[in-house]
């Protein structure tokens, strides 16, 4: 197998993890960069994330065009995937999701933060971008490059960015940690929920999430990799 052919078996298995995980449902995507042309990202067909094969990968050029598509309808909103790799030299892997628990957090102003530690990776500082400060009336959805860059824009150096009354975008530099941390993202979402119920919450500070983020390395998610790939019905595969 060339190294192409090992990253889209692993595509396979993010989109199959993030279905059975609850991250994305019919709707949702997540993408590599291209790892021989950093300047094309992998994206399957407009298909529901569980049903992904590696026949549905399609090239893109950052700016959303697709290369090789042949009869294959694209998703709409891959601009969101374009734009990010296109500001963020540094990321290589784009996870975007209606995450059920995030969206309460897009839509009011109590902002969404790490209270757990296997959350820190969402970062210090999760923002909401609202199309309407821009783009006024719109069906919400990310269908140019211009709503693109914006969004990739406001993510700026983060790792993840809340999207008004639609969901988020979630950044890595690799794919493995990307998934994890959009599962943690939902998780973490849902104990904040909670957790306001009872009395007030105390955070991780900056400084915990800092040292958090520093050990989330090969060790943390290849443990999680190999149970989601089990509760997934996918091969772990190993990479170098
Ligand atoms: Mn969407």
């Not at 990968?57 to 290369?67: A, H, M, N, Q, V």
Request: negative net charge.
């Amino acid at each position: 197998m060339t190294k192409l052919d090992v990253m889209l078996e692993e595509l396979v298995t993010a989109n199959r993890i993030l279905a059975r995980e609850g991250v994305v449902d019919s709707f949702g995507h997540v993408t590599i960069r291209h790892p021989d042309h950093p300047d094309r990202f992998l994206m399957s067909r407009a298909r529901a994330p569980d049903c992904v094969e590696v026949s549905d990968f399609i090239t893109f050029s950052l700016d959303g065009t697709p290369l090789d598509a042949g009869e294959r309808k694209p998703y709409l909103e891959r601009f969101i995937h374009g734009a990010c790799y296109e500001a963020r030299p540094d990321v290589h892997a784009v996870v975007h999701n209606h995450s059920p628990s995030v969206i309460p957090f897009g839509v009011t102003n109590c902002k969404l933060r790490p209270l757990l530690h296997m959350c820190a990776s969402m970062g210090h500082d999760v923002g909401v971008w609202d199309s309407q400060d821009k783009f006024g009336d719109t069906d919400l959805l990310v269908s140019d490059m211009d709503m693109g860059r914006d969004l990739a824009k406001f993510l700026g150096p983060g790792r993840t960015a809340l999207m008004r009354g639609h969901g988020a975008v979630v950044v890595a530099a690799m794919l493995r940690h990307v998934v994890f941390t959009s599962i943690y993202v939902e998780v973490g979402a849902k104990l904040q929920m909670q957790a306001m119920q009872m009395g007030e919450v105390k955070y991780l500070t900056d400084g915990e999430i800092d040292t958090i983020i520093k050990r989330v390395g090969p060790y943390t998610l290849n443990r999680a990799w190999e149970n989601w790939c089990r509760r997934a019905g996918r091969p772990m595969q190993e990479l170098d």
